[in-house]
């Protein structure tokens, strides 16, 4: 089966760094768009950044540019996101997700429905 695992959530000051962790498993990695994706408190789910697993091309929502930065471990089948001055609007349960099928109906990439595979999310807490 298909499987999501994140890790490396926490607790951190504004200005603060933290580096997040995704490991797939059951599926060809290579062949995968992945993506992160953040919720904060009460609001909508939304998508942050995106990198297609074969290539080196990357996808930054305007609201990290210049402060996260997404890498793999493709031999590890494992996608991160370094998150560099934080800031307390970052807050918000991350979540890692995969497109591993054919294309549905939504071809927007940092569209919740453009995925089929979620992980359980990581919590990320910026304090002022």
């Known amino acids: 089966q298909v499987q999501l695992v994140e890790s490396g959530g926490g607790s951190v000051q504004a200005g603060g760094s933290l580096r997040l962790s995704c490991v797939a498993s059951?599926?060809?990695?290579?062949?995968?768009?992945m993506a992160w994706f953040r919720q904060p408190p009460g609001k909508e789910r939304e998508g942050v950044a995106v990198?297609?697993?074969?290539?080196?091309?990357?996808y930054y929502a305007d609201s990290v540019k210049g402060r996260f930065t997404l890498s793999q471990d493709r031999a590890k089948s494992t996608l991160y996101l370094q998150m560099n001055n934080l800031e307390p609007e970052d807050t918000a349960m991350y979540y890692c997700?995969?497109?591993?099928?054919?294309?549905?109906?939504?071809?927007?990439?940092?569209?919740?429905?453009?995925?089929?595979?979620w992980g359980q999310g990581t919590q990320v807490t910026v304090s002022s």
């Open positions: 990198i297609y697993t074969g290539r080196t091309a990357t």
């Open positions: 059951g599926y060809m990695y290579n062949t995968a768009y």
């Open positions: 997700a995969s497109h591993v099928g054919p294309y549905g109906a939504s071809r927007d990439i940092f569209a919740g429905e453009f995925y089929h595979y």
